[in-house]
């Protein structure tokens, strides 16, 4: 058990160092310094999976900084910790918060606004030999595209917002972690799983959320479906009408599970399959079986959850029901070639 991961987050930490200062050419011999030959990187649509640090530094890095000029990581959350998922192993460094720039050129059609912008990004990196193997960067596509001005989205049930770190400002742990505290938070994490993911507790959903949420927790979530605030607002403004959305939901199923002291958090890809049966987001239903890829983050206090930031994949989920709502917002057709480049076009 490496109770410290010490020198894992030290290597992420140079990694960003390198990668946050280069840029075009450099941006390729940053990530292919620090990752090894069968690199794996998942990405939101329409990126999905790409397997060469290359291709990911030329498909998604260097557009990303050739758009968002004087490219800043803001990180709010920096964790590490064995993977609990034991079919899938491995130490995995955890990094959560917002790339900042001035929006100054197109980005996947987004036009520019020559104004600050915040991407809201999560990454998952796993740490094999002294290089990253795999990277799950999910990102929040549409939250940029409001900030320019696009509504991709009907009207969402909970608030837009430029979202904060946690309230208590203790998320970057670049230092050694009690791992009495990470055991306590992955056990809790454990039983909320449990709880809301088989949708049928026998209890009223606030009571149900009760179990292991705070009265006042804070759920920050996607554009597209908005943050809400209590028990009571969440389960009206999400948790509710997305259980009466759809039906046919799969079990939970991630790569990565961890946590170190007071955080913790999972993705999965995807982490579950439902179908939206009864309209959802504002669109209607189209019996249509779907995938959500899924990043979850979460702060304790004490013995219950008090704050959850969210990314989920809803280009994609939409994608697969018929609906391309980056080409449909943009007017350009941004979808991956043929092949494992990821290249757009």
């Not at 390198?18 to 292919?32: M, N």
């Not at 890809?269 to 049966?277: G, L």
Request: net charge negative.
């Amino acid at each position: 058990m490496n109770a410290g991961f010490q020198k894992e987050k030290q290597l992420v930490r140079d990694y960003y160092k390198r990668l946050d200062g280069a840029l075009g050419a450099d941006i390729s011999k940053a990530l292919e310094a620090f990752t090894s030959t069968d690199y794996l990187w998942r990405g939101f649509h329409p990126f999905g999976e790409i397997s060469s640090a290359s291709h990911v530094a030329e498909s998604f890095w260097r557009p990303l900084k050739e758009a968002l000029t004087s490219l800043q990581r803001r990180m709010d959350v920096f964790m590490a910790g064995d993977n609990t998922v034991a079919e899938q192993g491995g130490v995995w460094v955890v990094s959560m918060g917002h790339l900042m720039g001035k929006f100054d050129q197109s980005w996947l059609g987004i036009p520019p606004t020559g104004k600050i912008a915040l991407l809201r990004y999560c990454e998952f990196h796993r740490i094999v030999d002294d290089k990253i193997t795999e990277t799950a960067m999910y990102f929040d596509i549409p939250h940029l595209m409001v900030q320019a001005g696009l509504q991709p989205f009907p009207t969402q049930t909970a608030a837009h917002l430029v979202q904060p770190g946690p309230m208590t400002h203790d998320g970057l742990m670049f230092e050694h972690q009690e791992p009495a505290a990470g055991q306590k938070t992955l056990a809790l994490i454990e039983d909320m799983i449990r709880d809301l993911g088989q949708w049928d507790s026998g209890l009223n959903l606030e009571d149900e959320l009760r179990r292991t949420w705070h009265e006042d927790m804070v759920w920050w979530g996607p554009e597209g479906i908005g943050a809400t605030y209590t028990i009571e607002r969440y389960a009206k403004q999400h948790s509710g009408p997305f259980r009466a959305s759809f039906a046919n939901r799969s079990k939970t199923s991630h790569i990565a599970r961890l946590a170190e002291g007071n955080f913790g958090g999972f993705f999965g890809w995807p982490n579950f399959t439902a179908t939206p049966s009864g309209g959802f987001m504002g669109m209607p239903a189209t019996n249509t079986p779907g995938e959500f890829r899924v990043i979850d983050i979460y702060r304790r206090e004490d013995d219950k959850l008090a704050e959850n930031w969210i990314f989920i994949d809803l280009l994609h989920f939409w994608k697969m029901q018929g609906v391309d709502i980056l080409a449909r917002t943009t007017g350009i057709q941004a979808g991956r070639a043929s092949g494992a480049n990821g290249t757009l076009v």
